[in-house]
């Protein structure tokens, strides 16, 4: 089937956002006089969320006493300054440009709560330019579960096997195979040092954004 739809997961996918969770938790130690930590600490654990950077950057279990209390700080601080350093992946904005040339839609389905995502969009100016963003908060079940994807074709009207989701992690690949979409994992994103793309069961697996301009050219034709 023709390709109609290009949909992308947000971190690590879409969008760099790891300058902006570093420079938040290397904030909290310095305000605690706690001296940096190697960014790569916090990139490597993005994937799980506040609770993991929370964790890699404290040294702190997440049943530890005063745990809680730097998670809410964290997501604090995140709500004020979501979009100050976050930005398009190198290549991404050609490639979305080629999207909306070739008249595909393109959307964001992500695990990021809406009162982040959205704004982020916002301030990137990609809100108006989106066919849809579809958060934790629009479905009862997250991904790795298909129920987003299936939302977001169904909001888009189109049969699942004419969009593509481009994912960074296993439940994305797992959220858009469920749903019956064509899926493409990035080696770029943010991924775990012991995990492994190739094995997740992509369509395709990526280095680059770009890399996906020949990936659509071929379901643009049906191949």
Known sequence: MRLRAVLFDMDGTLLDTAPDFIAICQAMLADRGLAPIDDKRIRDVISGGARAMVAATFDMAPDAEGFEALRLEFLE????????????FDGMEQLLADIEKGNLLWGVVTNKPVRFAEPIMQRLG?????????CPDHVKNSKPDPEPLILACKTLNLDPASVLFVGDDLRDIESGRDAGTRTAAVRYGYIHPQDNPDHWGADVVVDHPLELRKVIDSALCGC
């Not at 979501?82 to 398009?88: N, Q, T």
């Not at 990609?126 to 579809?134: D, G, H, M, N, V």
């Open 126 to 134: 990609l809100a108006e330019r989106s066919a849809l963003l579809i």
């Open 77 to 88: 601080r995140y709500q004020r300054d979501c979009a100050v350093h976050s930005h398009l």
